[in-house]
C-alpha cells in the first residue's frame, strides 16, 4: 500500500519519489526493481529505476524542479529507438505512473509502437526519440 503523502510533491526528494514509485510497482505486481541509489560507480545517465514484470520499464526520476542531463536524455533516447519502454517521471505524475505500471502493454514491432490492452492510449511521459531536448541541461 502507498504511504499516505506527508511531503507536497513540489517538496518531494527524488530518493523519497523514488521509492514511492518503487512502492507503487511492487503493489502492481512488478516482481524485479532496481535503483541505483549511488550513481558515482554507474554510467553516467543511465536512468534512475529499471522495472520487470510482463516488460521492463526504464525511469528516469526527477524532483519538481529536478533538470534533465544531455547524458540522461542520450540514455532515454537510446533505450526508446531500441524499442525500450521508458519515461520522465516527476512526482507530479503520479497518476499517470499508476495508470501506466497498471497497463499491460504490448509492443508493436512493426509500426514501432506501444499499443495498451487494445485502448490506444499512449501516456505523455513516454520518451519518444523525437522528443523536443527542450529539458535537457
Known amino acids: 500500500m502507498l504511504r499516505s503523502a506527508t511531503v507536497a510533491l513540489s517538496d518531494m526528494s527524488e530518493r523519497a519519489w523514488a521509492a514511492q514509485v518503487t512502492e507503487l510497482a511492487r503493489t502492481l505486481g512488478y516482481q524485479r526493481s532496481y535503483h541505483t ?12 529505476l529499471v522495472l520487470v514484470r510482463d516488460r521492463i ?17 542520450g540514455w532515454l533516447d537510446a533505450l526508446a529507438q531500441a524499442g525500450g519502454e521508458a519515461y520522465l517521471w516527476r512526482p507530479a505524475d503520479l497518476d499517470e505512473v499508476a495508470k501506466v505500471l497498471g497497463k499491460r502493454w504490448r509492443w508493436s514491432a512493426y509500426n514501432r509502437s506501444l499499443q495498451a490492452d487494445g485502448q490506444g492510449w499512449t501516456p505523455s511521459t513516454l520518451w519518444i526519440t523525437s522528443r523536443d531536448s527542450q529539458e535537457a541541461a
Open 37 to 48: 541509489f549511488d550513481s558515482r560507480r554507474s554510467s553516467s545517465g543511465f536512468p534512475d
Open 57 to 73: 520499464v526504464y525511469a528516469e526520476l526527477k524532483t519538481a524542479k529536478g533538470k534533465l542531463s544531455a547524458e540522461q536524455s
